[in-house]
């Protein structure tokens, strides 16, 4: 094994037991956790050393890396997740190559998805993603905007919405996120009783908050520095 493999594993375990530490606490199976392992920015050659240590899920935020990386590392199998900003005008290049889209935001994206989905003949897994905390800054809906474009993705054949996601503000104490964490465990909770329509993910926390995360019932954690370490530049 390479070092850089073997670098890469122990802290992918180290995440995995503070990630199972925090469901157990809260009374859940770690089992029910995905980890997602950010790899934007990184070589290929590290998410493949990484996928050889057993890691199968690998999230990218920028469409054309990620689809160099997908190709280079065909033979893995991996499940790869699209968890950046999205233009409609990408959406044709997502489709199909991703297994979830976590960063759903508008309606025009989502019928950009369904459109491409549908001429392909399949149906694109999705997320909305929610700016709980209202920075201008940051992608997502408004809660008061949750509804109507959840209602209006349960009539789009071509998408499947399978749960919500949500950036945090930063916080120096990552307890400090956990009202945010908790809020979009109840928003879902509340759209699943008004859609008559399971919601199985939430897809929150990072290298710096997801143990609050965790505990306040995420499904789908997205680390990145804490497995890899620093990102490069990007050139």
């Not at 070092?3 to 606490?25: H, I, N, S």
């Not at 809660?143 to 474009?149: C, G, M, S, V």
């Not at 009539?155 to 499947?160: A, D, H, S, T």
């Not at 505990?215 to 789908?220: I, V």
Request: proline share 4%.
């Amino acid at each position: 094994m390479s070092e850089r493999r073997t670098e890469l594993a122990e802290r992918a375990a180290e995440v995995r037991e503070t990630l199972a530490e925090a469901a157990r606490r809260a009374g859940r199976a770690p089992g029910d956790i995905t980890l997602v392992a950010v790899s934007k920015f990184h070589a290929a050659s590290d998410v493949r050393a990484l996928a050889g240590a057993g890691q199968a899920d690998f999230g990218e935020n920028y469409v054309q890396e990620a689809l160099a990386k997908r190709e280079a590392l065909a033979d893995l199998g991996l499940n790869w997740h699209f968890i950046g900003g999205l233009q409609s005008n990408k959406a044709r290049f997502v489709v199909g190559n991703f297994c979830l889209v976590h960063s759903v935001d508008s309606h025009k994206l989502a019928q950009a998805l369904h459109k491409k989905a549908s001429e392909l003949g399949v149906v694109q897994d999705i997320l909305i993603q929610v700016n709980g905390a209202g920075e201008a800054q940051k992608s997502g809906i408004t809660e008061e905007n949750l509804i109507p474009l959840a209602e209006a993705v349960l009539g789009m054949g071509g998408v499947r919405l399978v749960g919500l996601m949500t950036l945090p503000p930063f916080f120096d104490d990552p307890a400090r996120a956990r009202p945010v964490f908790a809020r979009l465990r109840e928003l879902r909770d509340a759209l699943e009783a008004r859609l008559g329509h399971r919601l199985p993910h939430l897809s929150m926390g990072m290298t710096g908050d997801f143990v609050p995360a965790v505990e306040e019932g995420a499904t789908l954690v997205r680390i990145g520095t804490r497995i890899f370490g620093a990102r490069p530049r990007r050139t």
